[in-house]
């Protein structure tokens, strides 16, 4: 079965400054989908970023970028430029062709101003 | 364009009652999936659904019942709720375009059985 690991329950990082969220995945599979999800308190899922395992170069969307290590099975989360609103718990989430979604345990983001 | 629409948002059900979640996409997803997210974890798929009259199970499927008779609607119903089964519940719809899966999530329902 494939597993999502965060091995980050908590994670802090200056206003302004860079954080970077682990992932890493196990699967047997060739072609799949990574996502990074953000939830804040109000528990709404709101997608960050997502990758194909197809494709080499790694996902940018805005401050948010990722690096999608395929032979590793790797697949952290850059945040750049912090920002208060930033502040979430954070999932990191792995979709193969014939399954749904699987999710990590998360990593809770604090941002100090 | 509402998305993916979960009701209740709260509900407290005592021991051996049932109940049924509702969750209603307007998206046209063939897509469909239920979770559960228990504190310091991450969702868990609990049912998710192909397509109209197609349902599987998921990781944690025990005491959870799907059904999928049109495409925009797929709830969840909880045979006899235990204390084990206080959670978050969200649904979601999916789709794929262009190469690359989207969802949508529901606003989440908080059950809480006592």
């Known amino acids: 079965a494939q597993t999502v690991t965060q091995s980050q329950p908590e994670m802090s990082v200056q206003e302004a400054e860079t954080v970077t969220l682990s992932c890493t995945y196990d699967?047997?599979?060739?072609?799949?989908?990574l996502f990074w999800y953000k939830q804040p308190p109000s528990r709404q899922m709101i997608l960050v970023i997502r990758q194909e395992a197809y494709k080499q170069q790694n996902a940018t969307e805005n401050r948010f970028s990722v690096n999608f290590q395929k032979a590793a099975k790797s697949f952290s989360l850059k945040i750049s430029d912090s920002q208060l609103g930033d502040a979430a718990m954070y999932f990191c989430a792995y979709r193969a062709n014939n399954n749904d979604m699987r999710f990590g345990a998360g990593t809770r983001l604090t941002v100090k101003p | 364009n509402a998305g993916v629409t979960q009701t209740p948002e709260f509900q407290v059900l005592k021991t051996g009652q049932s109940m049924t979640l509702q969750c209603a996409q307007d998206m046209n997803h063939e897509y469909m999936s239920w979770y559960r997210q228990d504190p310091g974890m991450g969702l868990r798929l609990i049912h998710y659904?192909?397509?109209?009259?197609?349902?599987d199970q998921g990781e944690v499927p025990n005491g959870y019942n799907v059904s999928r008779s049109t495409t925009e609607d797929f709830p969840l119903r909880l045979l006899s709720a235990a204390p084990s089964q206080t959670s978050v519940y969200f649904c979601?719809?999916?789709?794929?375009?262009?190469?690359?899966?989207?969802?949508?999530f529901g606003s989440g329902t908080r059950l809480t059985v006592v």
């Open positions: 979601a719809s999916s789709y794929l375009l262009g190469g690359a899966w989207g969802y949508t």
């Open positions: 659904s192909v397509g109209a009259g197609i349902t």
């Open positions: 699967t047997s599979e060739s072609d799949y989908y």
